[in-house]
């Protein structure tokens, strides 16, 4: 029978944990991340078990960081059998807080100006900010209201000295390209090894969005993201005589139209589907104006998946890139065709051909190394110069990050646990999602597939610049799960967290995990 205790009221060691972590600047990809150290230090520091354990907390380097972020760490001793509570101390900037950014990170204030003004934020905010219900600023949802939870769970812990042991992870940079967690992995293999660690489980608290505001949502895995790079090579031509040449710009838009939101990309479970993929930038390589085409011209895509691997996504998206590419050099022929007959010229057609390569295949047949395509677009665009100027060409490939997709293979067991508790106490269901779909550090949790190295050739500057420790991955992985409190409004300045929730209900339900997994 599962242990339904409860834990005492921290509500008040929570808000006074956040209210300092919110004051901490750490804002993504900035020198203000490493301000977290000082304020991990000193909450950590404070707890009564790590005042005798000095050792067992502090920072763990992340190598050629230019910034000099850590991963902040502690570690409570108990039995081998260990949970790791990870949270990322980074947050997203303030700047469209307009006139409320320098009170972004202290929720009283903006709450108080919210309520003397509050046409900054839509009607749907309105009615939570009225309501009382809710916590508002930056990082109260993403995601050090999770954090404070962790923190205040681990003093808990420390104190009454929980049978397991316990591993917090503070980790930098998740908004970005999560160097933080893939530097933890190392550390979590160190302390493996040091301490004889048997890892149970993962436990994230990323804040959760609801669809039905009376169910609660956990996540048993995390989303996979691509960020896949097609540059374009055309054949260059006077504007003039735009039938002479193939326009880049032509050509890539034919592309996107064939891939922005396009279903061969959306991947479905019983009961969830993956967002379908859409273009994030797009751009030529021109720097001024002239009255010729650009010579290339580029774009990036953010392709979302739960199961498909990166080269089945890159196999799926050569084939609609040659389609693409067929049907553009027949509508420039057609156009051909009808002008030269109108004005007698001898022109014939372009000619189809094998222009769509994967960065794998383009380095390979042209025998350039890794190490000299790091840089991109500037790279890329270099090495197709050197091509035949009088044939289209399209490249595509991979740029980091990488976030794999991971899904616990038994998804009952989680689900049932928390169901069993959240009923009893509180009347609520909380509902399965194999898949967190806001991304997160819970990727490299475990390992996606067992072949996953081979499926990272074409990512741009792999092991030369980017890099995943999945052998190491592969020694440490466990089960994951997030649970975080219900919050809304994301990275907006109607950012917001339900109080009872991170207060009250969220801490309960990690407990439980903890108790009865």
Request: charged residues 25%.
């Given at each position: 029978m599962s242990d339904m205790s409860s834990l005492p009221r921290l509500d008040d060691k929570i808000e006074e944990i956040l209210m300092s972590y919110l004051k901490v600047e750490s804002f993504t990809d900035t020198i203000g991340e490493t301000d977290v150290d000082t304020f991990f230090n000193k909450t950590v520091g404070n707890m009564s078990y790590f005042k005798k354990h000095k050792s067992q907390y502090g920072q763990y380097d992340i190598l050629n960081d230019p910034l000099n972020r850590h991963v902040n760490y502690a570690f409570y001793k108990g039995s081998n059998e260990t949970f790791v509570l990870l949270h990322h101390s980074d947050i997203v900037n303030v700047d469209n807080y307009s006139t409320f950014k320098s009170i972004a990170l202290d929720p009283k204030s903006l709450e108080k100006a919210y309520l003397n003004d509050d046409s900054f934020i839509d009607i749907n905010a309105r009615k939570d900010l009225h309501s009382g219900e809710y916590l508002w600023g930056r990082g109260v949802a993403d995601m050090k209201g999770g954090g404070a939870i962790q923190l205040a769970l681990l003093e808990h812990y420390s104190t009454t000295r929980i049978k397991p042991s316990i591993l917090l992870l503070a980790v930098p940079d998740e908004e970005n390209q999560s160097l933080g967690m893939r530097t933890a992995i190392e550390l979590l293999q160190e302390l493996k090894e040091v301490h004889g660690l048997d890892y149970k489980l993962m436990i994230n608290s990323e804040p959760h969005?609801?669809?039905?505001?009376?169910?609660?949502?956990?996540?048993?895995?995390?989303?996979?993201?691509?960020?896949?790079?097609?540059?374009?090579?055309?054949?260059?031509?006077?504007?003039?005589?735009?039938?002479?040449?193939?326009?880049?710009?032509?050509?890539?838009?034919?592309?996107?139209?064939?891939?922005?939101?396009?279903?061969?990309?959306?991947?479905?479970?019983?009961?969830?589907?993956?967002?379908?993929?859409?273009?994030?930038?797009?751009?030529?390589?021109?720097?001024?104006?002239?009255?010729?085409?650009?010579?290339?011209?580029y774009g990036l895509l953010n392709v979302l998946s739960f199961t498909d691997t990166p080269l089945q996504i890159l196999s799926r998206l050569k084939s609609i890139?040659?389609?693409?590419?067929?049907?553009?050099?027949?509508?420039?022929?057609?156009?051909?065709?009808?002008?030269?007959?109108?004005?007698?010229?001898?022109?014939?057609?372009?000619?189809?051909?094998?222009?769509?390569?994967?960065?794998?295949?383009?380095?390979?047949?042209?025998?350039?190394?890794?190490?000299e395509l790091i840089n991109y677009p500037d790279d890329v665009e270099r090495a197709l110069k050197a091509t035949n100027d009088g044939e289209p060409m399209v490249i595509i490939g991979i740029l980091p990050p990488y976030y794999p997709a991971v899904?616990?293979?038994?998804?009952?067991?989680?689900?049932?646990?928390?169901?069993?508790?959240?009923?009893?106490?509180?009347?609520?269901?909380?509902?399965?999602?194999?898949?967190?779909?806001?991304?997160?550090?819970?990727?490299?949790?475990?390992?996606?597939?067992?072949?996953?190295?081979?499926?990272?050739?074409?990512?741009?500057g792999w092991q030369e610049i980017y890099s995943i420790p999945f052998e190491t991955i592969a020694k440490v992985e466990m089960p994951c799960i997030n649970i975080g409190p219900f919050g809304k409004d994301f990275h907006k300045p109607s950012e917001r967290v339900l109080k009872e929730d991170l207060f009250i209900r969220t801490p309960q339900i990690i407990n439980h995990t903890i108790l009865n997994y």
């Open positions: 969005q609801r669809l039905n505001e009376t169910h609660g949502i956990i996540s048993q895995g995390s989303i996979g993201k691509l960020n896949i790079f097609v540059h374009v090579k055309g054949v260059l031509a006077h504007a003039g005589k735009a039938l002479e040449g193939i326009n880049p710009n032509g050509l890539l838009s034919y592309i996107v139209s064939r891939v922005d939101l396009s279903d061969d990309f959306v991947n479905e479970t019983d009961s969830e589907m993956s967002i379908p993929p859409t273009w994030v930038l797009m751009r030529d390589n021109k720097s001024s104006y002239d009255i010729s085409f650009p010579s290339m011209s890139c040659k389609e693409a590419v067929d049907d553009y050099i027949e509508h420039i022929n057609i156009k051909r065709r009808k002008f030269s007959k109108k004005t007698s010229r001898n022109w014939i057609d372009f000619s189809q051909g094998d222009y769509v390569h994967t960065l794998e295949e383009f380095l390979s047949s042209n025998s350039i190394s890794r190490s899904t616990n293979r038994n998804q009952d067991k989680l689900i049932n646990l928390v169901n069993e508790f959240t009923q009893a106490e509180y009347d609520q269901i909380y509902d399965n999602r194999m898949y967190f779909t806001g991304i997160s550090d819970l990727s490299y949790s475990q390992l996606p597939i067992e072949e996953i190295e081979n499926e990272m050739i074409n990512i741009l």
